[in-house]
């Protein structure tokens, strides 16, 4: 079952995701805290090793995606902990060199044993949330940036992980106590930290988001922009446990519009954050919870595709990597109504349209799809059409999943619809 999972998400019979992040050892969401190296004052990394939960279940998942990936499969990776010998805050102080060299040195360790499982990375943040999580003291921008500076980017490209091959996001944080522009200038205005480093890395989570991705887009207009985490309905742990959502509708909508926004702000990509949790919104090591697109329930050997798994197929399946953004204008602006457009790199023209007014279902009498280890909804491939065909792909409330239909062009538009609103579409812009 957990193959079909990885199809669902990834396969060109599933909504063709093509960017995933991996924890770089635990994260908040696993059972409990690891790493890869606990041997204390293990300095040559002499002791370090990929656990059970990498070789077992991590890596073999990765490499399934990536043989079934539709569009092919970026990677990047994110650390949550640091080795407690390694982030020891006097030693910090009396000896950073030695700490943050050695710190460099893990990464490029764990890059190089993945890649002996015949995984690749595209990219790495630093730190993910350093407002939440940062042993390493990236908190401080300065302190990201000299790592970035001194040892991170030296050690990456003395093995081989040049900035062509390899891409380094700064920032990686959505908590408004950690400001997004001042952050970032502080690592971009240091010529000597920004040879290194090809992207700005946020979460969605960040109250004023676009306004700050507009202005270092204006600022860094040749670094890249990527919102790399989105998790919904996060909470603390009851007692007992009170299960996920299901057949939720709103959040369908709140992603829908919320990723037509991001790619309106200069954003290159959209990664949520867990493909799947259990029922309860499970494992998480720090006694809380979220919602995932995909809820297990291993007790009755299935799982369950919630409304925004959908949501999110409505551009992962149809908007190819390397697709640009053009110009899109309504003649007017009905409550929860976005639209969005891309051409693909094979010319064709996708129109992503947001039209959910109101979103009362969830639930159990809402639509969701129940999948087991034989059965699923698999979704057709999407091909190139010829000149002039326009495909529709429809999801609703009422239980249509990607419903196909034929569309035709017409030369008369009725303007006396008071409901009709009219796209117009600019390839030049």
């Given at each position: 079952m957990s193959d079909r999972v990885i199809k669902d998400y990834f396969s060109a019979s599933g909504i063709g995701f093509s960017m995933a992040r991996i924890p770089i050892a635990g994260c908040d969401f696993?059972?409990?805290?690891?790493?890869?190296?606990?041997?204390?004052?293990?300095?040559?990394?002499?002791?370090?090793?990929?656990?059970?939960?990498?070789?077992?279940?991590?890596?073999?998942?990765?490499?399934?995606?990536?043989?079934?990936?539709?569009?092919?499969?970026?990677?990047?990776?994110?650390?949550?902990?640091?080795?407690h010998w390694l982030n020891d805050k006097q030693l910090l102080k009396t000896q950073p060199d030695k700490q943050y060299e050695t710190w460099a040195n893990y990464f490029v360790k764990f890059l190089d044993e993945y890649k002996k499982h015949g995984i690749e990375l595209w990219g790495l943040t630093m730190q993910n949330e350093p407002m939440s999580f940062s042993s390493m003291n990236f908190v401080n921008a300065s302190i990201e940036r000299d790592f970035v500076k001194k040892h991170l980017g030296p050690a990456l490209t003395k093995a081989g992980y040049t900035k062509d091959k390899m891409n380094l996001m700064v920032y990686d944080d959505g908590s408004t106590d950690n400001p997004m522009i001042q952050y970032v200038d502080t690592c971009l205005s240091d010529k000597d930290a920004a040879k290194y480093v090809t992207g700005i890395a946020f979460h969605c989570y960040l109250a004023n988001?676009?306004?700050?991705?507009?202005?270092?887009?204006?600022?860094?207009?040749?670094?890249?922009?990527?919102?790399?985490e989105c998790c919904q309905n996060f909470r603390l742990n009851t007692n007992p446990f009170t299960p996920s959502t299901l057949g939720d509708w709103d959040q369908a909508r709140d992603y829908t519009e919320q990723i037509i926004d991001t790619f309106r702000h200069w954003v290159s990509g959209w990664v949520e954050w867990n493909l799947a949790l259990d029922i309860y919104g499970h494992p998480n090591k720090d006694l809380k919870a979220g919602d995932a697109p995909l809820l297990i329930d291993a007790k009755n050997k299935e799982y369950l595709k919630n409304p925004n798994f959908y949501a999110i197929g409505h551009f992962s399946k149809f908007i190819a990597p390397d697709s640009v953004r053009v110009e899109l204008t309504e003649s007017k602006s009905p409550p929860y109504f976005k639209s969005i457009a891309f051409e693909r790199p094979d010319n064709s023209i996708v129109v992503v349209v947001s039209n959910m007014g109101t979103t009362d279902r969830k639930g159990k009498d809402s639509v969701y799809c129940v999948c087991n280890a034989t059965y699923c909804d698999d979704l057709d491939p999407i091909t190139k059409q010829p000149a002039g065909n326009i495909l529709s792909y429809q999801t609703s409330q009422s239980g249509d999943r990607f419903k196909e239909s034929q569309l035709k062009f017409t030369k008369q538009i009725d303007h006396d619809n008071a409901d009709r609103v009219v796209l117009t579409l600019d390839k030049s812009k």
């Open positions: 696993s059972t409990h805290e690891y790493t890869y190296d606990d041997t204390k004052d293990d300095y040559s990394l002499a002791h370090f090793t990929m656990p059970d939960e990498e070789i077992k279940y991590k890596i073999p998942q990765i490499n399934l995606a990536k043989q079934v990936a539709q569009h092919g499969l970026k990677l990047y990776g994110s650390p949550w902990n640091t080795p988001r676009y306004a700050a991705v507009d202005e270092l887009h204006k600022k860094y207009p040749d670094i890249f922009t990527m919102m790399t």
